[in-house]
């Protein structure tokens, strides 16, 4: 159905984005959908908020962000606010890492954009416009000036680069600004993390045995941990084994599980495992508001499945374990763009019973663990990023 409504505020901003100004010393910067402050937006905006060149704003839909940013001492806006869509208007970069609505679909409107992404896609992705004509053309002709897509390697960028309409952005091959802690987790002490997220990593570093990460994608039926557990109880098993050893399974699920994120309400088997999971010692259930990346430097040791938190973790050539249950179904729909019997560069686990004896046999002899796949990992990263730029490609862009 016509959304007349939609129709006359986008006719509205191209007029306005024809009158106002647009000043190269404003720049906006926004993530999820306006509901985070997270991801690859966030520590490029830390970092151009360090630089000190730019009038730097961090355009959001939440008020807990405002309020927080606030108490932080940041410009920070109310996207789609009469002040938040002026400087919207004004600002000659829009940046974001999922789409334009993270900073404002209006505002945005004919300024230059900046697509800093949200990982490597290992899942397969169709086009956003399924059948383009005139009309889609003609659009993104009026409405698209100058846009950039940040990708850590050509070889694979056009995965992503065929999901927007033609030509929309040029690439830029540069790693994700996410990942500069996952390069080397003396950032960290730059203040590139939220209070809470401080909170978590005194947690993490206190631990006196290993910490692993378990931090899988999302699915259309909003399920992701522990897949082929019908029984939650058999998490206690897992539990004595990391108490024994002194360590701790710290886990996430996806941000679209949550109902920060989609608005969904939990049903039974959400508040199922969630509950098992909090009842546990030795589990650690992040929320919504963490950003991974944060927490994955002090994993000693990644689970997940067919997320890009698997590329990413490459960079520190700590091991990993493939734990798919649902790979047969998750190949047909929505299906993988790499065959997962050639990726040789991690450990696997089909069952949670496999997964068991995996995380145990790497507690008792972490070295040997470690050193199977070393070389594969290493080779697969140099594959998967082609530098270790992380903020100088992009500032070149707007400097």
Known sequence: MFNFKRFFLLTL???????????KNIIVVGSRDGKRFADNSRYLF???????????IWLTKSKKIQSYLRMQNFEVLISNSAIGLYYGFRAKYH??????????????MRAHKINLGHGIYIKKVTSRVKNPNFLNDTYN????K???????????ATHILNYFPKNKYK???SNFTRNIFLHDRKYINWGYTTTYENKILKRLKSIKGKRIGYFPTWRKDYQDLFLDLKNYGKLKKLNDILKKNDSFLVLKHHSNHFKEDSAKNFNNKDVAINFSLNKLSN???LNYDTDLNTVMCYCDLLISDYSGAIIDYLITNRPIILYTPDIKKYEKDPGLFFNYNNLN???????YETLINLINEYLEDCNKFSKKYYYQRKRMKNIFFENNSFFTKITNLIN
């Not at 940046?95 to 945005?108: K, V």
């Not at 002709?141 to 698209?144: C, L, M, P």
């Not at 560069?345 to 069952?351: D, G, I, N, Y």
């Open 95 to 108: 940046i974001f890492d999922y789409s334009e609505y993270d900073t404002s679909e209006f505002s945005s």
């Open 146 to 156: 100058k846009n950039f897509h940040i990708y850590p390697n050509k070889k694979y």
């Open 13 to 23: 901003s191209f007029i306005i984005s024809l009158i106002i100004p647009r000043s």
């Open 345 to 351: 560069f991690s450990h696997k686990a089909v069952k």
């Open 46 to 56: 830390y970092y151009l908020n360090k630089e000190k060149k730019f009038k730097i």
């Open 141 to 144: 002709y009026f409405v698209n």
């Open 171 to 173: 690439l830029i091959v």
């Open 283 to 285: 589990f650690i259930n």
